[in-house]
Nanobody, 120 residues
Framework: QVQLVESGGGLVQAGGSLRLSCTAS????????MGWYRQPPGKQRELVAT???????NYADSVKGRFTISRDNAKNTVYLQMNSLKPEDTAVYYC??????????????WGQGTQVTVSS
């Protein structure tokens, strides 16, 4: 079994900051790419940022320069530092990880989601 548990969401005023965390646990051999996605109210889930096991990052244009993704491989944890938040960043944020289990099989896993609300 593999679980991803997110934390750090909440309510913040426009211009504020939040830091999301996501920790993977279970029968993990290795974690490949990790990432954050979000689903705004009434819209489809969209990519926010990804990071490879080697630390290469990729961002959606809408968050470049404001959000920073990072990871601690020793803790199986990925972070999303969100600065200069805007009301349009309001969404449920989901963690995703491509994990190789001890069986040698790789699969994608999702966290349960954490709500981020930015007030104007």
């Amino acid at each position: 079994q593999v679980q991803l548990v997110e934390s750090g969401g909440g309510l913040v005023q426009a211009g504020g900051s939040l830091r999301l965390s996501c920790t993977a646990s279970g029968t993990i051999f290795s974690i490949n790419a990790m990432g954050w996605y979000r689903q705004p109210p009434g819209k489809q889930r969209e990519l926010v940022a990804t990071i490879t096991s080697g630390g290469s990052t990729n961002y959606a244009d809408s968050v470049k320069g404001r959000f920073t993704i990072s990871r601690d491989n020793a803790k199986n944890t990925v972070y999303l530092q969100m600065n200069s938040l805007k009301p349009e960043d309001t969404a449920v944020y989901y963690c995703n990880a491509d994990i190789t289990r001890s069986t040698g099989r790789s699969s994608g896993y999702w966290g349960q989601g954490t709500q981020v609300t930015v007030s104007s």
